[in-house]
């Protein structure tokens, strides 16, 4: 039997890291086959969304979920000690019976590179918590090879026991919608190709405030276009970002949608002028790779894995990340030409084409197989 952790899943509102859980467990639900060992996924509460009944593997249900990680599941583990369990997410079980191998999954070690950006309570989980699940793993996935670089560096593992799988995108199905457009159009203003969107999380780690600085005095000469935030509020946000967004809106050249749906998120895609993604970190960048299936492309800081799905250095915030450099690429790509700018829409679609979640879920399969049957 081989047990999926499937909590990062159960998500009414999910972003990042939720992302590709579902789709990796949507996926490999499509790639099983018969004759391939029995699978079933794991909760701590009931199905929170219909996500899941869209899913062949049979659930369980293991309630409560508190420190569930710590001693919920170890103890069913010891129950039924199944031959392998997967974790797509940093939190192996704690204990284990030693014929039940893991597979663990790790987006990126920001935490360690910016350890003030995160609440003291979630640096020390992440920090520690990562670390011993890292160690004791049989195998590690990951979703770059910044990551893979940041794992061997700072947990010590070989670098044949971790495999990177590559996030794709997935709303491709979502089409643009005209109503939505026309809404947006009418509520904001917006004009089509002419406005920068930032899509993620509302917190430091994002470099938002300084997104936000350098785009309005940007925008002093480009007085047309806007800046679009997608992201509900994150750690930090009352503190270091609310007071420069407030005052941000007030000029109504910034405009927040909080989270938004799939058919808004494809459509804001869809007429975007740039993604600009100007983090500190990313262990990949979702968004980049959204936003490029529909032919948009994006401008990201030239740091951890952006720079392997966005090559062309011309797309790229150079360090320190502050408010003039990002003001200097916002420029730069604000002076673009036409025929510059259809070049850099055909190199985001042919990135795009690239980063697929069923060739994701088959490296991970292969890597659950392998080491299922490893003596």
């Known amino acids: 039997m081989i047990l999926i952790d499937a909590n990062e ?21 499509s790639a099983w086959t018969p004759s391939d060992p029995p699978v079933k996924l794991l909760l701590s509460q009931t199905p929170q969304t219909a996500y899941f009944n869209t899913i062949s593997f049979p659930i369980k249900t293991i309630p409560p979920s508190f420190f569930w990680t710590q001693w919920r599941l170890p103890l069913y583990l010891y129950q039924t000690k199944p031959k392998l369990i997967f974790t797509p997410g940093h939190y192996a ?4 019976p030693k014929t039940t191998k893991s597979i663990i999954t790790i987006f990126d070690l920001a935490y360690l590179h910016f350890p003030d950006q995160f609440l003291t309570k979630d640096r020390w989980q992440l920090t ?13 996935i990951t979703i770059s090879q910044s990551t893979k670089k940041d794992i061997i560096k700072h947990y010590h593992v070989d670098s044949s ?5 590559y996030p794709g995108h997935r709303l491709t199905g979502s089409a643009p919608s005209n109503q939505i457009w026309s809404n947006l159009h009418t509520s904001y203003n917006l004009q089509s190709k002419k406005f920068f969107l930032f899509v993620g999380t509302l917190q430091p ?13 940007a925008a002093a000469d480009y007085p047309e276009h806007k800046l679009v935030l997608v992201g509900r509020p994150g750690w930090l946000y009352q503190d270091k970002i609310k007071p420069t967004l407030t005052r941000a809106l007030s000029t109504q050249q910034v405009i927040w949608l909080d989270f938004v749906d799939d058919y808004t998120l494809a459509t804001l895609y869809h007429h975007a002028y740039f993604l600009v993604l100007p983090s500190l970190w990313e262990g990949f960048g979702m968004p980049v790779i959204e936003a490029a299936a529909f032919a948009t492309p994006a401008l990201v800081s030239a740091v951890s894995s952006l720079t392997e799905i966005v ?19 916002l420029i730069k790509m604000l002076k673009l030409t036409q025929p510059q700018y259809g070049n850099l829409q055909r190199q985001a679609v042919a990135a795009a084409a690239k980063f697929r979640w069923p060739a994701a879920a088959e490296i991970i399969k292969t890597t659950i197989l392998n080491t299922y049957h490893e003596n």
């Not at 520690?128 to 590690?140: E, M, P």
């Not at 026991?161 to 799988?165: E, F, G, R, V, Y």
């Not at 780690?205 to 005095?217: D, G, P, Q």
């Open 311 to 329: 090559t062309n250095p011309n797309q790229h915030i150079k360090p320190p990340f502050k408010t003039p450099q990002i003001k200097t690429a």
């Open 161 to 165: 026991k971790i495999t990177i799988a």
């Open 205 to 217: 780690r994002k470099n938002i405030t300084n997104l936000i600085n350098a785009f309005l005095s």
């Open 93 to 96: 079980p704690r204990f284990k």
């Open 128 to 140: 520690n918590w990562t670390k011993y699940s890292a160690q004791k793993a049989d195998h590690i």
């Open 9 to 29: 899943a159960n998500i009414k509102k999910p972003v990042g890291s939720n992302i590709f859980v579902q789709q990796v467990i949507k996926h490999l639900a």
